[in-house]
């Protein structure tokens, strides 16, 4: 279905503001690009951001910096529909188009112009060559083939940082607090079981950033024998990996406290789990993300990717982060990273239970940075990280 955007000042076919098209030199259209228009101009802004749970829940601050950039606007958001819902029900966006755009930028069917489009799907120059078909008057984004006249795409950039320098260059504030998200509330959130101690997170999109199986295991029944209840999360294509882990349970009491969960949970309710944990132990991974978003401790292990590049950057010291790579692997590989297969169990255990002991995260703002310099960044943690391989990097187009 395609969305239509409200009537643009000027005139019902909304094409009044809309920058002049020039030819690139690879025969697609070149932005020349006007002015931002005044906020008060904008009635609708469109933002492509069609990846995955943890992709969305980096952007929250962006999409933040955009709601206060045009603060009237109506702002609508191409990308997956659930993740989409929660960040609606949370005031982020107000409609959700659904799109997968994970293995390529999808088409945005949306009828019109005279809005203002902003891209945080990627580098483009693809992505801006979808948003630019929607005929928008004013476009935010990387300086690309298309558009030259954007931020330069800078490959060594935390990704949270990266689109707050975007949307604070297009006048948008946002700060590393935007990243919190209450849990969505209402029946889809709901379990119809009481709620784990702990949550491990065995699952991820590559093979290269799942953590071994028995090691799972093992770590689940170091947990139950120390008194804690275990949920194990999955979505329905990582049951098979779930139920492995339980598997490997055999003693009664260690079957009583561990709990597979994989393919039960709407994603309402895998962050209401997430949200009622005591902790979460994960990998690089979307439930990372939801973990720094509703503020739960948690331990995540790293492999291919650095996490100077996609590790948590709020309550820093609450989400402990295990990592022995230089981030040169490859996040797409068919078989664990070696940087992730030297993390041990005992390390985990031993992570897992330090955050135990301290209990819950207590919420704090994160601390301004100086009038001028790059938008928040957390205790001790440069704004951006030292180069890295680019193989190491999920870029998108």
Do not use: K
């Not at 260690?254 to 997430?274: C, K, S």
């Not at 009622?276 to 973990?291: F, N």
């Not at 503020?295 to 292990?301: E, F, I, K, N, R």
């Not at 022995?324 to 239970?353: M, Y």
């Amino acid at each position: 279905m395609a969305l239509t955007p409200r009537d643009a000042p000027g005139g019902a076919d909304g094409h009044r503001g809309r920058a002049a098209a020039d030819v690139s030199a690879d025969g697609g259209a070149l932005f020349t690009g006007l002015a931002p228009p005044h906020a008060d101009d904008v009635e609708d802004v469109l933002v492509l951001r069609a990846l995955g749970l943890g992709d969305a829940l980096t952007a929250v601050p962006a999409l933040r910096g955009v709601r206060r950039a045009w603060p009237h606007a109506r702002v609508t958001v191409v990308g997956p529909e659930a993740v989409g819902a929660w960040l609606r029900e949370a005031g982020v966006c107000d409609r959700v188009l659904p799109a997968d755009g994970i293995a390529a930028p999808p088409a945005v069917p949306w009828v019109g112009g005279g809005h203002v489009a902003v891209n945080l799907h990627g580098r483009g120059p693809e992505s801006t060559r979808r948003l630019l078909a929607t005929q928008p008057r004013h476009m935010v984004t990387f300086a690309d083939a298309l558009v030259p006249t954007g931020p330069a795409w800078r490959s060594d950039e935390h990704e949270v940082l990266r689109w707050m320098r975007l949307v604070h260059a297009a006048g948008g504030t946002c700060s590393l607090d935007d990243l919190r998200l209450p849990a969505p509330e209402g029946h889809a959130a709901r379990v119809s079981h009481a709620r784990g101690e702990v949550v491990l997170h065995p699952g991820a999109a590559s093979a290269a950033r799942r953590w071994p199986v028995e090691r799972w295991t093992e770590l689940a029944r170091h947990l139950a024998r120390a008194g804690y209840l275990v949920d194990v999360t999955g979505s329905a294509a990582e049951r098979d990996v779930c139920a492995a882990v339980v598997a490997g349970l055999r003693a009664p009491g260690d079957l009583l406290r561990v709990r597979d969960l994989a393919g039960t949970l709407t994603l309402p309710a895998l962050v209401q789990a997430v949200a009622s944990a005591r902790l979460v132990v994960c990998g690089d991974t979307g439930v990372a993300h939801v973990a720094t978003a509703v503020g739960v401790p948690s331990v995540l292990l790293f492999g291919p990717v650095a996490p100077d590049r996609w590790g948590p950057l709020l309550d820093v010291d609450r989400h402990t982060v295990l990592w022995h790579g230089d981030g040169t692997g490859d996040p797409h590989g068919s078989s664990v990273d070696p940087a992730l297969d030297r993390i041990g169990v005992g390390e985990v255990l031993a992570a897992a239970l330090a955050q135990l002991d301290r209990g819950r995260v207590a919420l704090t703002p994160a601390p301004a940075a100086p009038t001028g310099t790059t938008p928040r960044s957390a205790p001790g943690r440069p704004s951006t990280a030292p180069a890295a391989p680019t193989r190491g990097v999920r870029a998108r187009g």
